[in-house]
Each structure stands twice: as structure tokens, then as C-alpha cells.
């Protein structure tokens, strides 16, 4: 089991920056997977970033660029930090963790919401 909770969210202007952190209640070095992805209201969750144990990072082509994803096994956090906002990144977003390096991800966070002013 894995309790994922978020932070970070909230209103931002655009133009700006947000960090968004998650963290584990066991060490993240077991958990093969992690992730932030988003969901906007009546659509599927989709990734947004993901790294693997060994460091490996994914983003998708709207915030590549202009995000960084990071994990801190002493903390057993995760952040995703996305600069030059814009109105499309508001949406929820949620942390996920997935304990093998292949298949779904198993647990996620409650989501948090983030908002960007134009």
C-alpha cells in the first residue's frame, strides 16, 4: 500500500511558475513508478511527467521544455515544476504511483487544483 498526498496547488498567474509536490508514505526508492498527471472535468487522466527509481523522465509535448520532474528519496517526494503558465495547465492534477516498472499505475493522491490566470 501507498498513500500518495499533494500539495502545491492553487491559483497562479500566467506567465509564472508552480512547484507541485507528492509525497509517499514509504520510501519511493520501492516504487518503480511515479508521476503527475492531469484530469479535466469529464475526461480521462492523463500524464503529464513521469520518472522511474533509476531517475529515467518522461514528459508529454505540452510541458516539455517547460517542466521538471524530480524525485527525493531522502524526503520520498516527488515535484513537478512547470514555468510559463498558461490557461491551458489549469485542471487537477494527481500524483501516481506505480510499484512495477510495467503496467497501471496502482495509487494515487487526492488530486489539487491548479488555476492559471491570463
Known amino acids: 500500500q501507498v498513500q500518495l498526498v499533494e500539495s502545491g496547488g492553487g491559483l497562479v498567474q500566467a506567465g509564472g511558475s508552480l512547484r507541485l509536490s507528492c509525497k509517499a508514505s514509504?520510501?519511493?526508492?520501492?516504487?518503480?513508478?511515479m508521476g503527475w498527471f492531469r484530469q479535466d472535468p469529464g475526461k480521462p487522466r492523463l500524464v503529464v511527467a513521469t520518472i522511474t527509481n533509476r531517475g529515467l523522465t518522461n514528459y508529454v509535448d505540452d510541458v516539455k521544455g517547460r517542466s521538471t520532474i524530480s524525485r527525493d528519496n531522502i524526503k520520498n517526494t516527488v515535484d513537478l515544476v512547470i514555468n510559463n503558465l498558461n490557461p491551458e495547465d489549469t485542471t487537477v492534477y494527481y500524483c501516481g504511483a506505480g510499484i512495477e516498472i510495467l503496467g497501471t499505475y496502482d495509487y494515487w493522491g487526492q488530486g489539487t487544483q491548479v488555476t492559471v490566470n491570463s
Open positions: 514509504r520510501p519511493i526508492k520501492e516504487i518503480a513508478r
